[in-house]
């Protein structure tokens, strides 16, 4: 009984950054009254797989990454599979680098974060261009960058906490 | 802090690496194929879509309900701070809105006395339903909003989508309690709008930005800033006359149109029970809604238009001036660039009492009038 529940409380454990991540990509969407802003909306699942892949991969698996993803591409309501494949990529190249990443100090994760953000950035807006045949503006593109990497700042202490609370604490 | 193996242990352990990255392939290649899949498919992929919107619509609204309540505050306590001016600025808009009130009555009643001379059939009105907007576009992609309604509220594709100023844009994908409308400003939007001034046709192009591009117009089009956009209701798609905005740009080849509609400020539209017409020999009918059972629709009966049976005026000639004030054009800073409806001491006097219309609603603005126009 007692190794069932213990079993039970670890994969609800793990399942807390999945579900942040589904939550995190509604946030994008609900309408905050600005066209303006929901153009340039950073992407907050990007800089939870990211966080989660380096200091907690057991938690962000391949599954959850592909899944958190393609419910963002739902909400978008453009291609399917555009939002999975980035948030796929960044889960596979990170844990290829982790053991590089994991031994910097923040500042230098934060800009691994910009480093991969600005390239997935350049892979969305190719690939959107591929699949809609329009050239589309850069600067939007930019701009979300921009916003996502000065996102990562606060949302990784946000991550920081909830990964003590379920991690350090349980 | 588990840490995963590194290039020395793939090398050590060829087996491992691979059932590393086997899984790592497998979900790159479900996401490209369901990117070509998308792309390939697309009514395959709007169904699949009309069937996720079901869940993906009431999860954001509930999660978007907190946003909303802060949104909310923040206008009351901005309202607040400038009470007064916000006041005194709704009381005039009052009294100049009283004014056309009484133009469009009276134009209203003329309009009916004419009609029963000329023997035209009663228009029928469109039913429309109100519905709360769940979502920004959110994205630099799409430019696309969800709606808490769907077919089971009567909602069906290609319906005109507005507020209260105008055309905001129209349904593309159908779920069974929430629908999701293409905003004239995304890149795949093309409606059919003719100029008032002019009658002048065109595609109106949504381009991502938010003043659409005014496209294939004649090429000896004349248009010019402030001229009013209506639907044409070329193709059958969308009613005719339905207002879209204003001329704000002309530069050459290049026209913007400003949406009339306000895009910072959806939190409910109208979606027009108007069926599009598929062939040319078939009728349109505009069909009823089935009555609401949700607390956030209520039935509602859209702006008055041509039996739909009618197949577009050759001449598209508005029955009356645009009684919405996001659509009235700004008085023009030079003389030439005049609408023709401020008739000038020399232009000859206005053919009907619709060609008169306008330059009596542009007297009643208190805008000053420009030189030699107006009353």
């Known amino acids: ?170 | 802090m588990r840490r995963s193996g590194g290039r020395a242990a793939r090398t050590a352990n060829p087996e491992r690496g691979l059932a590393q990255r086997l899984p790592f392939a497998i979900f790159v290649a479900v996401s490209f194929g369901l990117l070509i899949f998308s792309k390939i498919y697309p009514t395959l992929n709007e169904q699949v879509q009309g069937v996720l919107i079901d869940v993906a619509a009431p999860v954001v609204d509930v999660l978007g309900e907190p946003v909303t309540a802060i949104r909310g505050f923040g206008t009351v306590v901005a309202d607040t701070l400038n009470g007064a001016e916000k006041v005194e600025a709704l009381r005039a808009e009052n009294e100049r809105l009283q004014r056309w009130r009484n133009v469009a009555m009276r134009l209203d009643g003329e309009n009916a006395q004419l009609r029963a001379l000329m023997r035209v059939s009663d228009e029928m009105q469109i039913p429309s339903i109100s519905t709360r907007v769940v979502s920004d576009p959110g994205g630099p992609f799409v430019r696309a909003i969800l709606l808490d309604a769907g077919a089971g509220k009567g909602v069906g594709k290609f319906q005109p989508v507005m507020d209260p100023s105008g055309v905001v844009g129209r349904i593309v994908t159908v779920g069974r309690q929430s629908s999701r409308a293409l905003l004239l400003t995304d890149l795949n939007s093309r409606i059919p709008v003719f100029i008032r001034r002019t009658g002048d046709r065109g595609i109106l192009v949504g381009d991502n930005s938010d003043r659409p591009k005014l496209a294939y117009l004649p090429m000896q089009s004349s248009a010019r800033i402030g001229d009013e956009v209506f639907t044409s209701g070329d193709g059958g798609i969308f009613p005719s006359k339905l207002p879209v905005g204003i001329v704000d740009f002309v530069d050459g080849d290049t026209v913007r149109v400003k949406l009339a509609a306000d895009l910072s400020r959806l939190d409910f539209v109208n979606v027009m029970a108007y069926v599009p017409l598929e062939k040319p020999e078939q009728s349109p009918v505009a069909q009823p809604l089935a009555l609401p059972s949700g607390p956030s629709v209520a039935v509602e009966t859209g702006p008055e238009r041509p039996p739909v049976a009618f197949a577009p005026p050759a001449d598209p000639v508005l029955p009356s001036p645009s009684l919405i004030p996001a659509l009235r054009p700004p008085a023009p800073a030079d003389p030439a660039a005049m609408p023709e409806a401020s008739a000038t001491p020399e232009s000859p006097p206005p053919a009907s009492a619709e060609d008169a219309a306008p330059a009596e609603a542009e007297s009643l603005d208190e805008t000053p009038a420009p030189s030699g126009g107006g009353t």
């Open chain 1, 1 to 170: 009984m007692a190794a069932t529940l213990h079993r039970a409380a670890v994969a609800m454990r793990a399942g807390v950054p999945f579900l942040l991540g589904l939550l995190l990509a509604v946030l994008s969407f609900v309408p905050y009254g600005s066209p303006e802003f929901s153009v340039i909306m950073p992407s907050l699942t990007l800089p939870l797989v990211y966080y989660w892949t380096l200091y907690r991969a057991e938690a962000m698996p391949l599954a959850a990454a592909f899944a958190i993803g393609l419910w963002q591409d739902i909400l978008v309501g453009g291609p399917l599979g555009l939002m999975a494949l980035l948030l796929v990529v960044t889960r596979g190249v990170i844990e290829s680098q982790r053991q590089v990443l994991l031994t910097q100090p923040f500042a230098v994760g934060w800009m691994g974060f910009a480093l991969i953000s600005a390239a997935l950035s350049a892979l969305a807006w190719s690939l959107a261009g591929l699949w809609w045949d329009h050239a589309f503006a850069v600067w939007p593109f930019i701009a979300h960058w921009g916003l996502g990497t000065a996102a990562y700042v606060p949302l990784a202490v946000g991550f920081r906490q909830i990964d003590k609370l379920l991690y350090e604490k349980a």
